[in-house]
């Protein structure tokens, strides 16, 4: 059974860094594509960086150069290292598990930037 748990988020201004973590059990990164969803209030739920089994990653145009994912495959965790951050990057962010047609979810975390 697939569980993801989020944390780290929080309240922080604007140029600010902060750092999401996703306590993953039920995943093989050797198997299952993990990444980190953003949903800004009112939106839908988009896709803004994800790291393949083989350790590649991809970010969305909206965070490239300021986003870096991560895992600890040791420690069964996925990190979202946001730095730079801007009024826009305000809201929930989920982490994820994808293995073939099935996505796995986790709670969500809300970030607010704000000064």
């Known amino acids: 059974q697939v569980q993801l748990v989020e944390s780290g988020g929080g309240l922080v201004q604007p140029g600010g860094s902060l750092r999401l973590s996703c306590a993953a059990s039920g995943v093989n990164f050797r198997l299952d594509i993990m990444g980190w969803s953003h949903q800004a209030p009112g939106d839908q739920r988009e896709s803004v960086a994800i790291i393949t089994p083989v350790g590649s990653t991809t970010y969305s145009n909206s965070v490239k150069g300021r986003f870096a994912i991560s895992r600890d495959t040791d420690k069964n965790m996925v990190y979202l290292q946001m730095n730079s951050l801007k009024p826009e990057d305000t809201g929930v962010y989920y982490c994820?598990?994808?293995?073939?047609?099935?996505?796995?979810w986790g709670q969500g975390i809300q970030v607010t930037v704000a000064s």
């Open positions: 994820a598990a994808r293995r073939g047609a099935r996505t796995y």
